[in-house]
């Protein structure tokens, strides 16, 4: 199969099977994909491999898979007109994370801030995977010369990267790269694609800090499993300040909390802060909290309800999920025995 010398716009992203999603994932991620693939073609991934950088349960690992594939589905992602998969599934991923391996330089994974983050003060002790984590998500998006990545300001450094590896890849085997067809380099630099306003969900106990599935009180976020009486509970104990919501956005500056829970309402009824600021400046929290209440619940409970019944039929998950990986290696595949050829392999 040829492949052509310059990449076709295509978008990637993935999120991991590790603990409960929640409202950031979705309004962050899942609500900006659905958006996307009316437009473009894309490619979402469930990234169990990533997951296991840290000790996993298998069994857990399955639960969370097929979790996170449900909550694709019930957010939007049609995995008929989108390819929708288990990165284990595709072993192209593994195969070129091991080339970049070889092309990504120590000092640049050095830099990376969130092997710090997570790796903490105990850094001897941590995963030769958790160190070479963006390798592999570098592997992940060019594995399909993808084009664009939606992403957080979290991942953004990843991406960066993930642009330094394919130059390099370029540069030095440049040569090659000619004489196979692709004398511009083989592969794109990824643009990033930031989301909208409400790419960061912030905790609802801090204002400051990003929602978190690892944060240790359940009362800091509103996961797409929970139910009306919870995601009430949740937002009536989210962390306000004393004084009433102010009739302009410059108002919401200094007030984390307080900016947090307009932008959330904003991003649930698709419109601004200054729209939501329009109809509730001046408002007190507690009636405001209730207005907030029963439009978490109207835009959540549909999602809920339909990750159970996904979830009822796991048997149906696994088919759509082999079927998206097929549909992805057929992508990768070729990609990835050019890459081998360029690089001096022998194939078969």
């Not at 800090?209 to 797409?224: E, G, H, Q, T």
């Not at 999602?303 to 996904?310: F, I, P, Q, T």
Request: one cysteine or more.
């Amino acid at each position: 199969m040829s492949l052509p010398a310059k990449a076709a716009p295509r978008v990637f992203s993935g999120m991991q099977p590790t603990g409960n999603l929640h409202l950031g994932n979705y309004l962050g991620a899942m609500v900006r994909w659905v958006e996307m693939q009316a437009s473009h073609e894309c490619i979402f991934c469930v990234v169990d491999m990533h997951a296991i950088t840290v000790w996993q349960d298998p069994e857990d690992l399955r639960s969370q898979t097929r979790a996170v594939t449900a909550a694709y589905i019930a957010s939007g992602i049609d995995p008929k007109r989108t390819i929708l998969f288990n990165q284990s599934q595709v072993h192209e991923h593994a195969e070129l994370a091991w080339i970049f391996n070889c092309v990504a330089r120590l000092g640049w994974l050095n830099r990376m801030t969130q092997f710090k983050e997570k790796a903490g003060k105990d850094r001897e002790n941590a995963s030769v995977g958790l160190y070479a984590y963006p390798n592999l998500m570098a592997a992940d998006i060019l594995v399909y010369r993808a084009t664009h990545v939606p992403v957080g300001d979290d991942q953004k450094q990843h991406l960066e990267l993930a642009r330094d590896i394919a130059q390099k890849f370029n540069n030095d085997y440049a040569k090659a790269l000619g004489a196979a067809g692709f004398p511009d380099g083989f592969f794109p630099l990824p643009e990033p694609v930031i989301m909208g306003p409400a790419t960061r969900v912030m905790s609802l106990r801090d204002g400051t800090k990003k929602m978190s599935k690892s944060d240790a009180s359940d009362l800091s976020r509103i996961n797409m499993t929970d139910d009306a009486d919870a995601i009430a509970k949740k937002i009536q104990k989210a962390k306000t300040d004393p004084e009433p919501l102010p009739s302009e956005v410059a108002g919401l500056e200094t007030r984390p909390e307080a900016d947090n829970l307009v932008g959330i309402y904003a991003a649930l009824e698709g419109s601004t802060k200054e729209a939501v600021l329009r109809q509730h400046g001046g408002a007190q929290f507690s009636g405001f909290k209730k207005a907030l209440v029963e439009l978490a619940v109207s835009r959540i409970a549909p999602v809920n309800a339909e990750m159970s019944r996904l979830l009822g039929d796991p048997a149906e998950i696994d088919r759509i999920l082999a079927d998206g990986s097929k549909r992805a290696r057929a992508i990768a595949a070729p990609i990835l025995d050019q890459v081998k050829d360029v690089v001096g392999f022998l194939r078969g």
